[in-house]
């Protein structure tokens, strides 16, 4: 392969961020699709893409590696889901079970590929484990974002922004568009105004509210980056004709924190669903990662997205 360009922080970031986002949004063959592009462009021709053949079938096998005898199940869950922990085992036991028989003499490896952003269900190490112990010949393992990251991170620039869009710069986060900003708070306060809401004040965040929240660290790294910003969001507002357009904004945001938090879902989840709140489902352009990066900093830093660390509360 040739030598790969260098990748900004600030680029690798943003990529991390739409490939936590394709996958939560992948599943089924779509997630299937998914692996085996990002598969095809880092291995070319030695990675085969595999799909049934009427009653053929696929024999277990979801995509395979020439020159190492990889073979690849896939199991992309609907938006991660983890209750269906039943599904997820037979999956891996008859996948592997129909390889075993019938691929015999190509899988030297087998691994299974997942879209489980927070993390594997112990029943699924143990079922592993399972295999492994039958079958000591050959070596197990999991793809889960980590995998697809590493895989990801080694393509160029062009490639990546193939797969998961563009990626802003540090030059596009000196340069917040206004444009972009007023069309995003637009759409927001489209969906705010059938809101009813107190006018609340918007209280100063404490500084260590992201460690607290325990937030991945490209999440932490996203909210960090726009507090460049966040004066310029908050002028916005206190210019705006409407003058309750931020506590509106604010009122949307808490309660979509709410009722994500009472699912019990990861901080990692919640501030994906967050993000796309404000960009929309699908490829976003550099001027709007900037502009969202911005918003969602001045609402973390002012209102209550997240939780507040008791201690600082009483103190």
């Known amino acids: 392969m040739e030598p790969i360009e260098s990748i900004s922080v600030e680029q690798r970031y943003w990529w991390r961020i739409a490939l936590e986002l394709r996958l939560r949004k992948c599943n089924g063959d779509a997630f299937q699709e998914f692996f085996s592009t990002v598969m095809a462009q880092l291995h070319g021709d030695d990675f085969v893409r595999v799909r049934p053949f009427g009653a053929l079938g ?19 869950a609907v938006a ?41 269900p112990v029943e699924a190490i143990l079922t592993l484990k399972v295999l492994e112990d039958s079958d000591k010949k050959r070596k197990f393992g999991f793809i889960g974002i980590e995998g697809f990251e590493e895989r990801v991170f080694k393509l160029n620039p062009y490639q990546i922004a193939m797969l998961l869009g563009p990626a802003a710069s540090e030059s596009d986060s000196q340069n917040l568009d ?14 705010a ?71 019990h879902l990861q901080p990692g989840d919640i501030m994906a669903s967050l993000y796309e709140l404000v960009t929309g489902i699908g490829s976003v352009q550099p001027q709007q990662q900037v502009a969202a990066q911005a918003l969602l900093a001045f609402l973390f830093e002012n209102c209550d997205i997240f939780k507040r660390d008791p201690a600082m509360l009483s103190s």
């Not at 696929?58 to 992309?76: H, R, T």
């Not at 922990?85 to 129909?98: I, R």
Request: hydrophobic share 35%; glycine share 8%.
């Open 58 to 76: 696929d024999k277990g096998c979801d995509g395979y590696l020439v020159s190492n005898g990889q073979l690849f199940a896939c199991y992309g």
């Open 80 to 120: 991660g889901e983890l209750k269906q922990v039943a599904k997820l085992t037979k999956k891996m036991t008859d996948d592997y079970g129909k390889a075993n028989a019938k691929l015999n003499s190509i899988m030297r490896e087998w691994h299974m590929v997942h879209n489980l952003i927070e993390g594997m």
């Open 193 to 263: 105004d059938a809101i009813d809401f107190n006018l609340l004040d918007l209280r100063p965040v404490p500084p260590d509210k992201l460690v607290y929240n325990d937030l991945p660290n490209h999440w932490k790294h996203l909210i960090t980056g726009g507090w460049k910003n966040a004066h310029l969001v908050g002028a916005y507002f206190d210019r705006h004709h409407d003058p309750l357009t931020g506590e509106r904004a604010a009122k949307l945001f808490r309660d979509r924190y709410s009722y994500l938090n009472a699912q």
């Open 178 to 191: 206004a444009a972009t900003l007023r069309s995003l708070v637009q759409e927001l306060a489209t969906e």
